[in-house]
């Protein structure tokens, strides 16, 4: 667990940066680890956002690292949607125009 705040921030840019380049490689498992190691961090940074303080130093940071995370998971939505696209098409049922 991150040690304050500030760190969280900091650990959740660190995953979503191996979660594009997971997704650039089309390792959807690693996508989905790192998926899961970020939504562990971000509960954690509602837990220590609740009584901490961030300097304005580190709240201008924090602000460039949000926009980073969002290009990042913007970069991971485009990728990642032809291979959702994909598993939905083999697990949907296959519609056929007979009836049985």
Same mark, same amino acid.
């Given at each position: 667990m991150p040690a304050n705040l500030f760190d969280c921030y900091v650990a959740i840019e660190a995953a979503s940066v191996q979660m594009l380049e997971a997704a650039?490689?089309?390792d959807w498992k690693e996508v989905m680890r790192h998926e899961g190691a970020c939504a562990i961090l971000i509960e954690q940074l509602r837990e220590l956002g609740k009584n901490a303080q961030m300097s304005p130093t580190q709240r201008r940071e924090k602000s460039r690292i949000m926009?980073?995370? =969002? %290009?990042?998971?913007?970069? #991971? %939505? =485009?990728?990642?949607? *032809?291979? #959702?696209?994909? &598993?939905? %098409? =083999? &697990?949907? *049922?296959?519609?056929?125009?007979? &009836?049985?």
């Open positions: 650039q490689s089309k926009q980073q995370i =969002l %290009r990042n998971d913007a970069q #991971v %939505r =485009l990728l990642t949607e *032809p291979w #959702v696209a994909e &598993l939905d %098409r =083999l &697990l949907r *049922p296959a519609a056929s125009g007979a &009836l049985h």
